[in-house]
């Protein structure tokens, strides 16, 4: 298995402009967490998913951020608009059950300039 | 509410030394916890879990921690540092019920192993 992918790896724009994340759980996982991290807050949790639904959303900073699962293999977690403090790298986790091991991403490095 | 608390920011050891990196837990309810290592620029990998079975779990690369109810602890061990241990390793706690996907994450203890 591929393991979690995430693209881009990278990510450098603009203030005001709009990004999105992409994510790619592993096969037959039916969880789906998005993390930021950065050094002023560590590790947060953003949101979660289960079968595609948003079981947790208390953790997204604020309406800028949205995320959508629109079927089982793929996620996005959009910025609209981009500001410099969303700066962070941006995991994407997936686990086989409920309370299983989350099994993380490589993450997207998003530098808002 | 759940939290963790990783003493010590960041580890300095020898190569062929023991590590012990540590993390207190806080949680209303019995725990499951973790440990993860993040190396630079990469993902984070999990070293090894506790659920309620044995307190003495076993992770990869010879790590292993001790689940301490009375102490609230569960430390991180391995007897004998390589240079590729080198890397950042989070304490994390999760609970039952219905709060038991959400991990919460330790601040990080950023381990450098020496020559």
């Known amino acids: 298995d591929a393991g979690v992918i995430q693209s881009p790896r990278h990510e450098v724009t603009e203030m005001g402009q709009e990004v999105t994340l992409r994510c790619k759980p592993i096969?037959?996982?039916?969880?789906l967490f998005w993390y930021r991290q950065t050094m002023m807050r560590g590790l947060e949790l953003l949101i979660y998913f289960n079968n595609n639904v948003p079981i947790d959303d208390s953790g997204m900073p604020e309406d800028r951020f949205s995320a959508k699962m629109p079927n089982a293999s793929f996620s996005t977690l959009k910025i609209q608009p981009s500001e410099p403090r969303d700066s962070a790298v941006y995991f994407c986790?997936?686990?086989?059950?409920?309370?299983?091991?989350?099994?993380f991403g490589p993450g997207t490095r998003l530098l808002v300039l | 509410a759940q939290s963790v608390t990783q003493l010590d920011s960041h580890v300095s050891v020898s190569e062929g030394t023991p590590v012990l990196l540590r993390c207190n837990y806080s949680?209303?309810?019995?725990?499951?916890l973790f440990w993860y290592v993040q190396h630079p620029n990469k993902g984070l990998q999990l070293l090894l879990k506790?659920?309620?079975?044995?307190?003495l779990v076993k992770g990869i690369n010879g790590f292993e921690a001790e689940f301490k109810k009375s102490e609230t602890s569960f430390h991180l061990t391995k007897p004998s540092a390589h240079m590729s241990d080198a890397a950042e390793y989070f304490c994390v706690v999760t609970v039952r019920g219905g709060g038991g996907n959400k991990l919460t994450f330790g601040t990080g203890t950023q381990l450098k192993v020496e020559l």
């Open positions: 986790a997936s686990s086989g059950k409920y309370r299983g091991t989350q099994y």
């Open positions: 506790y659920t309620s079975a044995a307190t």
């Open positions: 949680s209303s309810y019995s725990p499951s």
């Open positions: 096969s037959g996982h039916d969880y």
